[in-house]
């Protein structure tokens, strides 16, 4: 009588029907698994390594998905409950234009690093940033950590990769004496307290527009971050702030908190439409920038008033913490390391205050 194999055992043997050699193993879920060559020792390497595979816990169950398969199930059963809407959004335009069309196609078992570096030399070449390609590395990176948890693939392939690093740079921001000229350009534009709140705050310009007067304490000069404005698909939505830092509250300066006293208050949002709807963040986006050009000023981005706030405080030696909690940061480490370039100045003063003690 033919012993029954054990969970984890395997064997390996001719069939005259089928005229190859078979290695069969038997997984922990009580599953067969085979591997079917002409060549005795093709099967019997394949039995060793799946043998070593569960004997550190880690065995494949299906190797016939595909890449795109998987992506599909990792965004249903784990990305649509862990990311936010946005992030979706972006997660989906870069998987659907550049990851799928180039190798969805390949099962994650055949997946290789080289695989992957000529995906992203190729990206490279036809124009992306490598800041673009640097995160279609961070998602392929993210999914393929996943088939790995579930037993999908033995490790993950981008392990042996090398994305492109973005070289660093300083944020570009106006100047004080500029920021000045532009807010006395637009006092009195209805746009006018979304552009001190950002530097005042440095609250993001979605965190901005998502606010309510219930988030707003006019006594004590408060403002608190609990919902934001974004642009999903091309539609306006009220979401939840970035991280659970972003959930912040923030003391207003005295100009600041004068400007929302003398704006009307009512119902809902602090910021909408003639209709009452949400303003578009890409509609204060073109009005800064077609005013910065009438001014003559630098065209930056909104976000270099989060930016100028930031770098102001740092100079003026308010504590990195303290930023840090007002920017709605992660980490002090991400605060540090966005402003590097300023460590450098407070160096040097730190350098000459020590100098002058003795």
Known sequence: MTKRRSKGEGTIFYSESEGCWIAEIVLPDGTKKRKRSKRQQVVREWLQTSLSALKQGIYIKDNKITLSQFIDRFMEDIGAHTLRPKTIDTYW????????????????????????????????????????????????????????????????????????????????????????????????????????????????????????????????????????????????????????????????PVFALNVLKGMEMHEGLLFTTSTGKPVSPRNVLRHFQLTLERLGLPKVTFHSLRHLHASYLLRQNIHPKIVQERLGHSSIALTLDVYSHIIPTLQKEAAEKINDIF
Do not use: C
Not at 144 to 167: E, G, H, S, Y
Not at 201 to 226: A, H, K, P, Y
């Open 93 to 252: 335009f870069l998987i659907n234009k550049h990851i799928k069309p180039e190798i969805g196609n390949l099962r994650l078992t055949q997946i290789r690093p080289d695989h992957l570096q000529s995906l992203y030399s190729k990206k490279l070449d036809e124009g992306l940033s490598k800041r673009t390609v640097q995160f279609i590395h961070a998602i392929i990176r993210r999914i393929l950590n996943q088939a790995v948890k579930w037993d999908l693939i033995i490790r993950n392939p981008t392990d042996a990769v090398t994305p492109p690093v973005p070289a660093k740079k300083a944020p570009v921001t106006l100047s004080e004496d500029q920021v000045r000229i532009f807010l006395e350009a637009v006092k009195d534009h209805r746009w006018y307290p979304i552009y001190v709140l950002a530097v005042a705050t440095g609250m993001r310009e979605g965190e901005i527009l998502g606010l309510r007067w219930q988030d707003v304490d006019l006594n004590q000069g408060l403002v608190s971050v609990n919902q934001t404005v974004e642009n999903i698909g091309g539609h306006l939505s009220i979401g939840q702030p970035k991280s659970d830092t972003a959930y912040r509250t923030i003391p207003l």
